[in-house]
């Protein structure tokens, strides 16, 4: 019995300290304190779905969130669900990430279009947005401008129409289909929609 106890004794110390080291790295990460930029959130960008998603990925961490360390002499594992590996909140961890790039990638398109650079362009040079960062996103030093005024950013643009971004992998690839198929799929995303298009995929 006392070897016994012993071990579980030596098991608790090594258990604690791997689940403080995974927590205390685990809460530097950028989901907490997560919100969408001001670009991201105009109507005019078109990103209101990528930016509920990463909210409802970020609701559903703060759920799994450990405060405090179960009482390991009653239970071998902590409520987290550390395993001494990682919890249950790394389910959340990495989908975020993933959303948050793409929807990187989507705000990049969305600058990339012509009718878009042609109005900042033109905002530019009647002094309307003439700003360092807006030359250098004309100048294509970066693929965002920073925006200070988006107001007055999405009434100059409102009449140009926002990019849709479509992920072949997330709704196409995987699905045990041609290639006929898909390119049948993907005219009828590109049909349902009277926004410009952009295609990217994300590699497997």
Same mark, same amino acid.
């Given at each position: 019995?006392?070897?016994?106890v012993?071990?579980?004794?030596?098991?608790?110390?090594?258990?604690q300290?791997?689940?403080?080291?995974?927590w205390?790295?685990?809460?530097q990460?950028?989901?907490?304190?997560?919100?969408?930029?001001?670009?991201?959130?105009?109507?005019?960008?078109g990103? $209101?779905?990528?930016?509920q998603?990463?909210?409802?990925i970020?609701?559903?961490?703060?759920v799994?969130?450990?405060? =405090?360390?179960?009482n390991?002499?009653?239970?071998a594992?902590?409520?987290?669900g550390f395993?001494?590996?990682?919890?249950?909140?790394?389910?959340?961890?990495?989908?975020?990430?993933?959303? =948050?790039?793409e929807?990187? $990638? $989507?705000?990049?398109?969305f600058f990339? $279009?012509?009718?878009?650079?042609e109005?900042?362009?033109?905002?530019?040079?009647?002094?309307?947005?003439?700003?360092p !960062?807006?030359?250098? /996103?004309?100048?294509?030093?970066?693929?965002v @401008?920073?925006?200070?005024?988006?107001?007055?950013?999405?009434?100059?643009?409102a009449?140009?129409?926002?990019? =849709? !971004?479509?992920?072949?992998?997330? /709704?196409?690839v995987?699905?045990?289909?041609?290639?006929?198929?898909?390119?049948?799929?993907l005219?009828?995303?590109?049909?349902?929609?009277?926004?410009?298009?952009?295609i990217?995929?994300?590699? @497997?």
């Amino acid at each position: 019995m006392g070897n016994q106890v012993d071990f579980y004794q030596q098991y608790k110390s090594w258990y604690q300290k791997r689940h403080d080291d995974w927590w205390q790295q685990a809460k530097q990460h950028e989901i907490w304190l997560w919100h969408a930029p001001t670009l991201s959130s105009l109507a005019v960008v078109g990103l $209101q779905a990528s930016i509920q998603q990463l909210q409802d990925i970020q609701r559903q961490a703060k759920v799994h969130l450990c405060e =405090k360390l179960t009482n390991l002499d009653f239970s071998a594992q902590c409520h987290c669900g550390f395993d001494g590996f990682k919890a249950t909140l790394s389910n959340h961890l990495e989908p975020f990430e993933q959303q =948050k790039n793409e929807m990187q $990638q $989507q705000l990049v398109a969305f600058f990339r $279009q012509a009718g878009i650079r042609e109005q900042i362009q033109q905002a530019y040079h009647e002094d309307v947005l003439n700003t360092p !960062s807006i030359r250098d /996103y004309l100048n294509e030093k970066t693929t965002v @401008p920073e925006i200070k005024d988006s107001v007055l950013f999405e009434k100059l643009l409102a009449s140009v129409a926002p990019v =849709k !971004s479509i992920n072949c992998r997330t /709704y196409f690839v995987g699905k045990n289909m041609g290639a006929t198929r898909f390119i049948g799929n993907l005219n009828e995303a590109i049909s349902t929609t009277k926004l410009t298009v952009t295609i990217f995929c994300n590699k @497997p």
